[in-house]
Every structure is written in C-alpha cells, then in structure tokens.
C-alpha cells in the first residue's frame, strides 16, 4: 500500500515529498538493521580512538559505565527503564561479572578480547535504545487525529465540514521564510533548533512540519517522555528517538551522538532542542548545548569530504549540505509554568538537593489546557528563522551560503587548512561554539513579543525597581498582597514607553512584535492580561477593585517577565 | 590554493616597520609577499633592497595586488595600522576566502560610539559593546574564520638586528597557532601560544597608557622605584580592564602583558613616551601632537580606557591622571600628588 499525502484543510501546503516512502526517515527504517550494525561499530571505534586504544582505558571506562548505571538505576529508576530486553539489571549484572573476572585474569593479560565483547555489547544496548522506528501509517493516523482533535478544540461548538470560519492556522501563526524552508528541504538537509518552553512544543512543531507539507524529522524525544506508554507507542513510530539525559557515561553520550552525525549524513532531517531541557526560567536560551550541535558540524564535514573524493579533488561543493532553522516558539501561557519556575528558583536559590521531576502531563491536564487555550482565542506563534548553513550564513533559495555583502561563500574549505582537506576535532569545536552563538542571535531576533510577555515584563520590573534598594529578588517574590500593587496610569505610561523602544528594535530587525501589539494601550493591556490569566488559577496579573495592577501569583509573574529578559529593556521601566 | 605544506608562501600586508620584520623571519622559513599600498614604497624597497632601515630578505616579494597575494597564500599576516585597519580588511575581503588563516599584528582597538559619532567623546562611558579588537574586525568584514594575533615585546629595530626575542600568537583555533608557529620558527625568534585571542589583542593596547606614563616619569626625572611603582601598579589596572572586557587575567602576565610592559617602559623610542616625556617637560599636548609625524596612540586609548573605567566602575588612579593630564590639562604637581595619596591602599588588588 502507497502512502501518499495531499494538501488538505490543515495541510496549508503541497507536501515537499508526496510519497511518505520516499521520505529519507522510512528509508532509515527500512534499513534499520544495516544502519544499527553501522551506528555500533563506528561508535565503537570512535569511543576507541577517544581511549587511544588502550586497554588499561577501556577497562577503567567500562567499570567508570557500570558505576554510574548502577547509581541511576538506584536513585533515578523510571517505569520505562523496564522494557528492554534483557532486563536492565540482568544486563548490567552480567557486565558486572565479567568485569569481576577479567580483573582476576588481567595478569594473564586475556581478557582483551572479551573486553571488546563486554564494550561492544554495551553500545549495542545503547543504540537499540536510542533508535525509533517510523511507520508511515501511524504517521498518517495521527496526522489525521491531531488536525481533527485541534480543530474540534478550536470550535466545539461548530458543526463537522463548518469548520472553516476558525481554522487552526489562525490560531497557531506560522511565521518566517516558510517558502524558502521547504525548498531548502528538497535540496539538503534540515535541521530545526527550536527554542524549549513546555512538554508541548514538539506536539505543536511535528503540526506545524506536517501543515507546511515537510516531510518528518528525526526528533530526540526524553526517554521520560516514553513512560507514558501511549504516548511512547506513537512516538517510537514517528521518528523519534530517545534520549536519557540520566545516562551520563562516554559510551552512551557518544553512541548518541554517533547515531545523530550519522542520520544527519543520511539526509534525515532532524529537530533538537539545543537548550537541552525546557527553559526552567522561562527565558530565551543563552547557553547550549554543544554535543548534539557539534554533529551537525562533522556531519557537514562528512559530506564535503565524500563529495570531494567523488569528484577526484574537483570542484568539492558538491556534498549535501545541512540547513540549520532555528525555530522561536510563542506562548501566551505555557502549561508547566508553575512546576517551571519553582524548579527554577529553588535551583538558583542554591537549594542542593532537589530530584528532576520531568513527568509528562496528564491527559486531565493536558485536555484541560487545550480547551483554555482554544477557548481564549489565545494565539500561538511559532517563528521560523532564516535558515543557514552550519557557519551561521544564510543561504538563498537553492541553498547557497551568502556573506553579509550578497557574496557566496564555499563553506567547504572551511574544511581545508593549507591546502588540504583535514579532520581536526579542535576546530570544528570552535565552529560549533559560533553556530551555537548565531542561533541564540536568531532567537533573539525572532522572539515574538506578545502582549502578555510585555504586561508581565512591565509589571514585574516597576516592582523590582521600587523595592531595589531594601530588596533582593527573592524577597521581591516574597512581597505582601497590599506591597504589589501597581497605580494604572503608571503602568499603562511605562507600557506605551517599552511598546515604543521594542518598536524601535524591531525596526532594527532586533525582535519581532506581534501584530497585535499596535493600537490602544488600553486594550493592549487587557489584551496581555486576559491571555496571560486564560490558563492559570492564580492568576499573574489582575486589577485590583480600585482599577490598579497586580497579582495573585509572583512567581508566575516572574517567570513570564523572563521572556524579555537579555534585551536590556530594563533601563527604560 | 597554488602553494602546498612543503614550498608555502606566506603574505604580510602592510610595509611598516613591524610589518617589514615580519616578512623577514617568513622569510627564514618560506617565500614571503608583502603588499605595500604605495607604489613608492614599493620603488623604494626595489631600489635599495632595503625598508625602515631593515635589509630585505631576498626572499621577499613586494606587490601592490591584494587579489594575487590572496590568491598565492593560505595563511597571511594583516600588520597595518589600527586606524586603517577596517578599510585594508574592506579591500581585501572580496579576495578572501573560507581557507584563509589570518595572523595579525597589530596592537590596537576600534572605538564604535554608543551615540553613532565618528570620534569617543572624553569622559563618556562605553562597554565592550563599543569596542572592536582587529580580530572582530577580520570576522566583521570577511568570511576568515580562523583568526589569530602575534604580540608581544617586539620592538621591530631589534628584530631586525637579528637580537633573541618572544612572542605570542593567541587564537582559539590549535591550527591557527601552530601553522603561525610553524611560520615564524627561527633561532632568534621564539613563539609561545595562547588561546585567550581577546586577552592578547588587550594587553597589546592598553600597555600605551602606560607608555605615556613611563615618559612622564622620564622626563620629571624619576628614578627606578618611580618606574617599577607604574609598571606593577599599571598591570594592575591593564588586568582589571581587560577582565571587565572578557579577557582572562592569566595572560596579562605571560608575553603580552607584563612582557610587552615592561620592553615598552623600558624603551624611550616610542611615539606614546615621547609624548609623556614631552609633556613632563612643559609642552603643550595639541602643540605635541602637531609637531609629530605620527600618531601617538596611547592618547586615544587614554581616553577609551577611563569610558571603559565610568562604564564598568573600576578604580584606575593612573589612568585617572593620564585623563586629567591629557584631556583636562591637569598640572604635574597636582597629578603625582594624587597619584601618591589616593585612596586605593591594597597591594596586587586586581584579584578580588
């Protein structure tokens, strides 16, 4: 049976790639088997190369693995920990035991070979773990559910075929160079980097790829996530594929990392949250994660070096070339703000001993969000940036990379060091350190300034600056009921004041606004608070009987604040 | 991409005194282009088989062509004055490509004034925001990615009489220092490294202020105590600067930094000495400054220095009174004065 998709109602465009088999994430899978073998010995020798090849070393890393599994499956157990097979513990016992017995025969010296059994066993483990499936009827399932489930949430009271009025577009915005990005698709490979604020985003991001006719990506999903034994049997068929940030050792972090380099050389197109976890803060990601980002780079490397042996040392710009699009995702309100910016603050507080609580919402939960969301007419925009390639250059329509002048630039011989085409893992950590400065650029460039992001910004800093002198933040964040109230016209003259200079930097291509920014500040405020309570039972910002500004929950506040947090708006409360 | 690992030809850009000594320890260890931007110089250099009064390494060849040097040479040397600097990479960057390693040599900064003016106003705070080192220019202006700097105590007349000195490339690409290393090796010239690019490229400017301060001492007639009171005291104040601008402290003490200090206390050839020795002596700034030849470049980092001090609140007595001096017309008497009874008592504070 084809597996052929159309544009449709919620498809708002013609799909890249028609044919759901011919997408390079059911040609992994078709080939999993072959890729599995591949991924296990290429980390093997990778994680070898890293040892010098030293056996004292590979012993010490082996024992340095069982250590640290041992202590997470202690202290850290998760119901999905159970199902593979062997059992975890029967695994790692075994392990255990032949450790045992070649340190008693190591003065033989021969336990090399067996070693290299254990070692090999152990990153096969990983790489059966970390690697999904995609099933190209599931995909069409779901994609089916999701866009009837969002537009039923949209307008429950709309009769089935009248939909029309309230299409799901209107509610989640799309915005950025869309046209381009598909394009990007046929031609190289893209890698989405999406900013990271709630359990949500990958659910909204795979609607999104899914409207605009992408084909799936490769997503790292949190293994937590796989508790959930629902959502895991479908994420495990969508092209997911976990990741255990519990898992601390060499073997694995490489064997992940091997798995990405590798599906990315593929031309899968993939999505990671290069913030690792969601923003605990609620403020734009400032530092990333390297690891990940860093296979893009010898990914791109990879590709160059072949297309450079392909063509007999010729013209080398040739390989297939990676597209990073960093991706801002807008929330009026986020469903785990709370749980959030408790962790948050109980982490910088120096609290030390806290337990990483991850769960994924419940379905109550999340049922109960959808319908507030939905119900509010509250909007969510997702962002798209300017696709680039991995030195930070934005390319053109058919993926050629321009300087800042228009010229085009062969990032090939970024590769090349007088006059030769080298490996050197020192360098390319250097240019994953600056594509991971000109994504966080992006960030900053496309966040979408809301008018609940302002009202909380706004609120939360004339508090702040009122008390700067006798207070500290947390103390701030501590302030009695009758300290936080805020007279109106203040609010509303510092409001117009802000909306002002983020005009002004939005001209400068410094961030965006949303296009319900503009007009009267009055209904502007209304508009921020009315979004910003729409979910919460404590609600962030409110008006007081007296007509003034304040709220029920600081925290929350605090955490919506956030959201403009590194632009230095401050100085203009 | 004409030249291989075993035959390279490196290019200098920029026929100045430091640039002139560069090309001729290249030279020891490949052939060498120099780009000279005049003809005359160019002429001159042919003519005599001499620059600066430095002899020629036969090894070098002089062009005015920055294409064909860009198109000759992977891995090349920008030494050209810091006010000039922008417009040299400008003209080069069409030529420029992604394979390209750029080594510069040049010790100064470009100021970018927060209000969008052309020149820093005196006494106005500026950030880091504002200041463009020659390796942010390199990656402003061109697609090099792979960038480094050389300094260090190098004074280029004795460079050029074949005397043993040190110097630093700083880059945070391996690669980058090691082809450099491999570039300037000679029995007479020794190169350590650095990855602190930022902390180099600082320590190189902000040691002008202090060169101006060491020809005040000079010319009031100070002696040894005075001078080795500015050279510790002055570190100090270079550390805290450069921290504030993201440098690491480390590297204030290696080359670079109390290295470079000390040869440029030490010597009273320099432009930025004259001027303190000229002004200890009663003369007047503006007439110095017209009576020179070239510019004396610790004056404008006087100024940046104390706009760097207003925006990140340091204490820096000695910068302080070089401000006065220069840009207030403040007196002798009253600037040692100040300088001996200020109130910052704490030896080797700049660790806090």
Same mark, same amino acid.
């Given at each position: 049976?084809?597996?052929?998709?159309?544009? !449709?109602?919620?498809?708002?465009?013609?799909?890249?790639?028609?044919?759901?088999?011919?997408?390079?994430?059911?040609?992994?899978?078709?080939?999993?088997?072959?890729?599995?073998?591949?991924?296990?010995?290429?980390?093997?020798?990778? #994680?070898? $190369?890293?040892?010098?090849? &030293?056996?004292?070393?590979?012993?010490?890393?082996?024992?340095?693995?069982?250590?640290?599994?041992?202590?997470?499956?202690?202290?850290n157990?998760w119901r999905v &920990?159970?199902?593979?097979?062997?059992?975890?513990?029967?695994?790692?016992?075994?392990?255990?035991?032949?450790?045992?017995?070649?340190?008693?025969?190591?003065?033989?010296?021969?336990?090399?070979?067996?070693?290299?059994?254990?070692?090999?066993?152990?990153?096969?483990?990983?790489?059966?773990?970390?690697?999904?499936?995609?099933?190209?009827?599931?995909?069409?399932?779901?994609?089916?559910?999701?866009? $009837?489930?969002?537009?039923?949430?949209?307008?429950?009271?709309?009769?089935?075929?009248?939909?029309?009025?309230?299409?799901?577009?209107?509610? #989640?915005?799309?915005?950025?160079?869309? =046209?381009?990005?598909?394009?990007?698709?046929?031609?190289?490979?893209?890698?989405?980097?999406?900013?990271?604020?709630?359990n949500?985003?990958?659910?909204?991001?795979?609607?999104?790829?899914?409207?605009?006719?992408?084909?799936?990506?490769?997503?790292?999903?949190g293994l937590n996530l796989f508790d959930s034994?629902?959502f895991g049997?479908?994420?495990?068929?969508?092209?997911?594929?976990?990741?255990?940030?519990?898992?601390?050792? %060499?073997?694995?972090?490489?064997?992940?990392?091997?798995?990405?380099?590798?599906?990315?050389?593929? !031309?899968?197109?993939?999505?990671?949250?290069? !913030?690792?976890?969601r923003?605990?803060?609620?403020?734009?990601? %400032?530092?990333?994660?390297?690891?990940?980002?860093?296979?893009?780079?010898?990914?791109?490397?990879?590709?160059?070096?072949?297309?450079?042996?392909?063509?007999?040392?010729?013209?080398?710009?040739?390989?297939?070339?990676?597209?990073?699009?960093?991706?801002?995702?807008?929330?009026?309100?986020?469903l785990e703000?709370?749980s959030l910016?408790?962790e948050?603050?109980?982490?910088?507080?120096?609290?030390?001993?806290?337990i990483l609580k991850d769960e994924f919402p419940t379905m109550k939960k999340l049922?109960?969000?959808?319908?507030?969301?939905?119900?509010?007419?509250?909007?969510?925009?997702?962002?798209?940036?300017?696709?680039?390639?991995?030195?930070?250059?934005? #390319?053109?329509?058919?993926?050629?990379?321009?300087?800042?002048? !228009?010229?085009?630039?062969?990032?090939?011989?970024?590769?090349?060091?007088?006059? @030769?085409?080298?490996?050197?893992?020192?360098?390319?950590?250097?240019?994953?350190?600056?594509?991971?400065?000109?994504?966080?650029?992006?960030?900053? =460039?496309?966040?979408? #300034?809301?008018?609940?992001?302002?009202?909380?910004?706004?609120?939360?800093?004339?508090?702040?600056?009122?008390?700067?002198?006798?207070?500290?933040?947390?103390?701030?964040?501590?302030?009695?009921?009758?300290?936080?109230?805020?007279?109106?016209?203040?609010?509303?003259?510092?409001?117009?004041?802000?909306?002002?200079?983020?005009?002004?930097?939005?001209?400068?291509?410094?961030?965006?606004?949303?296009?319900?920014?503009?007009?009267?500040? &009055?209904?502007?405020?209304?508009?921020?608070?009315?979004?910003?309570? $729409?979910?919460?039972?404590?609600?962030?910002?409110?008006?007081?009987? @007296?007509?003034?500004?304040?709220?029920?929950?600081?925290?929350?506040?605090?955490?919506?604040?956030?959201?403009?947090?590194?632009?230095?708006?401050?100085?203009?409360? | 991409?004409?030249?291989?690992?075993?035959?390279?030809?490196?290019?200098?850009?920029?026929?100045?005194?430091?640039?002139?000594?560069?090309?001729?320890?290249?030279?020891?260890?490949?052939?060498?282009?120099?780009?000279?931007?005049? *003809?005359?110089?160019?002429?001159?250099?042919? +003519?005599?088989?001499?620059?600066?009064?430095?002899?020629?390494?036969?090894?070098?060849?002089?062009?005015?062509?920055?294409?064909?040097?860009?198109? *000759?040479?992977?891995?090349?040397?920008?030494?050209?004055?810091?006010?000039?600097?922008?417009?040299?990479?400008?003209?080069?960057?069409?030529?420029?490509?992604?394979?390209?390693?750029?080594?510069?040599?040049?010790?100064?900064?470009?100021?970018?004034?927060?209000?969008?003016?052309?020149?820093?106003?005196?006494?106005?705070?500026?950030?880091?925001?504002?200041?463009?080192?020659?390796?942010?220019?390199?990656?402003?202006?061109?697609?090099?990615?792979?960038?480094?700097?050389?300094?260090?105590?190098?004074?280029?007349?004795?460079?050029?009489?074949?005397?043993?000195?040190?110097?630093?490339?700083?880059?945070?690409?391996?690669?980058?220092?090691?082809?450099? *290393?491999?570039?300037?090796?000679?029995?007479?010239?020794?190169?350590?490294?650095?990855?602190?690019?930022?902390?180099?490229?600082?320590?190189?400017?902000?040691?002008?202020?202090?060169?101006? +301060?060491?020809?005040?001492?000079?010319?009031?007639?100070?002696?040894?105590?005075?001078?080795?009171?500015?050279?510790?005291?002055?570190?100090?104040?270079?550390?805290?600067?450069?921290?504030?601008?993201? +440098?690491?402290?480390?590297?204030?003490?290696?080359?670079?930094?109390?290295?470079?200090?000390?040869?440029?206390?030490?010597?009273?050839?320099?432009?930025?000495?004259?001027?303190?020795?000229?002004?200890?002596?009663?003369?007047?700034?503006?007439?110095?400054?017209?009576?020179?030849?070239?510019?004396?470049?610790?004056?404008?980092?006087?100024?940046?220095?104390?706009?760097?001090?207003?925006?990140?609140?340091?204490?820096?007595?000695?910068?302080?009174?070089?401000?006065?001096?220069?840009?207030?017309?403040?007196?002798?008497?009253?600037?040692?004065?100040?300088?001996?009874?200020?109130?910052?008592?704490?030896?080797?504070?700049?660790?806090?």
């Amino acid at each position: 049976m084809a597996y052929i998709l159309k544009k !449709g109602s919620h498809r708002l465009y013609e799909p890249v790639l028609p044919n759901i088999e011919d997408w390079p994430i059911s040609k992994l899978t078709e080939e999993k088997k072959h890729f599995l073998e591949e991924l296990i010995s290429n980390s093997g020798e990778h #994680v070898k $190369a890293l040892l010098n090849n &030293d056996p004292q070393l590979m012993h010490e890393e082996i024992a340095r693995t069982l250590y640290k599994e041992r202590i997470r499956m202690k202290t850290n157990p998760w119901r999905v &920990d159970g199902d593979m097979q062997p059992h975890e513990k029967v695994f790692w016992n075994k392990v255990k035991k032949s450790i045992v017995e070649n340190s008693l025969q190591k003065a033989k010296g021969e336990h090399l070979e067996q070693e290299h059994e254990i070692f090999y066993s152990i990153i096969e483990r990983y790489a059966n773990e970390i690697m999904g499936n995609f099933s190209p009827k599931t995909y069409m399932q779901v994609s089916g559910v999701i866009t $009837a489930a969002f537009r039923r949430l949209l307008n429950p009271y709309a009769l089935p075929g009248k939909a029309k009025k309230n299409k799901l577009r209107d509610r #989640v915005r799309l915005t950025g160079p869309l =046209e381009k990005i598909r394009s990007l698709a046929e031609q190289g490979t893209v890698l989405l980097v999406p900013t990271h604020f709630s359990n949500l985003d990958s659910v909204l991001i795979g609607w999104s790829l899914d409207a605009l006719g992408m084909p799936a990506f490769l997503y790292g999903a949190g293994l937590n996530l796989f508790d959930s034994r629902v959502f895991g049997y479908y994420m495990n068929r969508l092209g997911a594929y976990k990741v255990d940030r519990r898992k601390k050792s %060499s073997l694995y972090i490489e064997t992940l990392k091997m798995y990405s380099r590798m599906t990315l050389e593929r !031309g899968c197109h993939s999505l990671f949250f290069p !913030g690792g976890t969601r923003a605990r803060s609620g403020q734009l990601e %400032s530092r990333l994660k390297l690891g990940l980002l860093g296979t893009a780079i010898d990914a791109q490397r990879l590709l160059y070096k072949r297309g450079l042996v392909q063509n007999m040392g010729g013209a080398i710009d040739k390989g297939r070339k990676i597209f990073v699009v960093p991706l801002v995702i807008n929330y009026h309100f986020v469903l785990e703000a709370s749980s959030l910016i408790e962790e948050h603050l109980r982490r910088s507080g120096k609290e030390q001993y806290y337990i990483l609580k991850d769960e994924f919402p419940t379905m109550k939960k999340l049922t109960e969000f959808s319908l507030k969301l939905f119900n509010s007419k509250s909007e969510i925009i997702l962002s798209y940036g300017d696709p680039m390639d991995v030195f930070g250059y934005k #390319v053109d329509e058919q993926g050629t990379s321009l300087d800042k002048n !228009g010229r085009p630039v062969d990032i090939s011989s970024y590769f090349i060091t007088n006059g @030769e085409f080298v490996k050197d893992t020192q360098r390319d950590t250097e240019y994953t350190r600056m594509l991971g400065e000109h994504i966080i650029k992006q960030y900053y =460039e496309k966040n979408t #300034v809301l008018s609940s992001h302002l009202a909380a910004f706004v609120a939360f800093n004339m508090l702040l600056l009122r008390y700067k002198k006798r207070l500290d933040l947390y103390g701030v964040l501590r302030l009695g009921k009758e300290d936080r109230i805020i007279p109106y016209q203040q609010f509303a003259q510092v409001m117009e004041r802000l909306r002002e200079e983020i005009r002004t930097m939005s001209e400068r291509g410094e961030i965006k606004l949303a296009s319900h920014m503009y007009g009267d500040i &009055d209904r502007l405020i209304k508009h921020g608070m009315d979004n910003l309570n $729409a979910y919460h039972s404590k609600k962030p910002l409110i008006k007081t009987k @007296e007509g003034d500004i304040s709220t029920e929950d600081m925290n929350l506040l605090y955490y919506y604040h956030n959201r403009l947090k590194g632009y230095e708006l401050e100085k203009h409360i | 991409m004409k030249s291989t690992s075993n035959k390279t030809i490196y290019g200098v850009i920029g026929a100045g005194s430091f640039g002139t000594a560069v090309a001729n320890i290249l030279a020891e260890n490949g052939e060498v282009i120099l780009y000279a931007r005049r *003809q005359v110089v160019i002429d001159s250099i042919q +003519a005599t088989g001499e620059n600066r009064g430095q002899k020629m390494n036969p090894r070098v060849r002089m062009t005015n062509d920055l294409e064909s040097l860009c198109q *000759q040479c992977n891995i090349i040397f920008p030494v050209v004055p810091s006010s000039a600097f922008r417009k040299m990479m400008q003209s080069a960057a069409p030529f420029l490509k992604p394979h390209h390693i750029l080594i510069h040599g040049t010790k100064g900064l470009n100021v970018l004034p927060p209000d969008g003016s052309e020149t820093l106003q005196a006494g106005i705070p500026v950030s880091r925001m504002a200041v463009r080192t020659m390796s942010d220019i390199i990656l402003e202006e061109s697609v090099v990615l792979r960038v480094g700097c050389l300094s260090g105590p190098n004074l280029a007349k004795e460079i050029a009489q074949g005397q043993p000195a040190a110097t630093v490339i700083a880059s945070r690409f391996d690669e980058v220092i090691k082809h450099g *290393q491999t570039a300037l090796k000679s029995p007479r010239f020794r190169v350590y490294s650095s990855h602190d690019i930022t902390g180099v490229e600082l320590a190189g400017v902000l040691k002008n202020v202090m060169a101006i +301060a060491s020809g005040i001492l000079n010319g009031l007639e100070l002696g040894e105590n005075a001078k080795a009171m500015l050279i510790s005291r002055g570190l100090g104040e270079i550390v805290k600067i450069g921290k504030a601008l993201g +440098a690491k402290s480390q590297v204030f003490f290696g080359l670079a930094g109390i290295g470079d200090l000390i040869a440029t206390c030490s010597s009273n050839l320099s432009r930025n000495f004259t001027v303190g020795h000229r002004l200890a002596k009663g003369e007047d700034l503006d007439h110095i400054l017209e009576t020179m030849k070239e510019v004396a470049e610790g004056v404008k980092t006087v100024k940046l220095a104390k706009s760097l001090c207003l925006h990140y609140g340091i204490k820096a007595p000695i910068v302080e009174t070089l401000f006065q001096i220069l840009y207030n017309k403040q007196g002798m008497a009253e600037s040692m004065q100040y300088l001996m009874t200020n109130d910052l008592s704490v030896d080797a504070d700049f660790w806090e």
